[in-house]
């Protein structure tokens, strides 16, 4: 890692972390396969086994992710005839509907968070003073 740098992550709660990493899942099977989403306690232990110090978290809105994945949806239904024409099937407009209808509720219910960390290393005097 350079002296410092940031991830974006969709995250879950801690409670429910052991089980997604052990469970099979849709969005694991369909949409991210070999994805994880950690939970931020998750994040913050790794970053500190790492030696990472965290600069900033911030948890970016997920009310805003939940109005996008609603309009990523709308878009999708739209556009349907379109997409079928591309050589979609109906399969395909059933599996990202899906995933825009489930992660949307996730945001909604704050069962996914979205996080934005910057990390640095110790002693890193290279971060602007705020």
């Not at 990202?96 to 968070?113: M, P």
């Amino acid at each position: 890692m350079y002296t410092y740098g940031s991830i974006q992550a969709i995250t879950m709660p801690d409670e429910l972390y052991e089980e997604y990493i052990r469970s099979p899942g849709f969005i694991k099977e369909y949409i991210f396969p070999g994805g994880s989403l950690p939970s931020l306690s998750r994040i913050t232990s790794v970053s500190a086994s790492a030696k990472l110090c965290i600069e900033h978290l911030e948890n970016i809105n997920g009310d805003q992710y939940y109005l996008t994945l609603r309009s990523w949806r709308d878009n999708l239904i739209a556009n349907k005839d379109e997409i079928l024409a591309l050589g979609f099937d109906e399969k395909f407009i059933r599996v990202w509907e899906y995933y825009f209808i489930y992660c949307a509720a996730g945001f909604r219910t704050r069962t996914l968070g979205d996080y934005q960390v910057v990390f640095s290393r110790p002693g890193n005097n290279k971060l602007a003073l705020a």
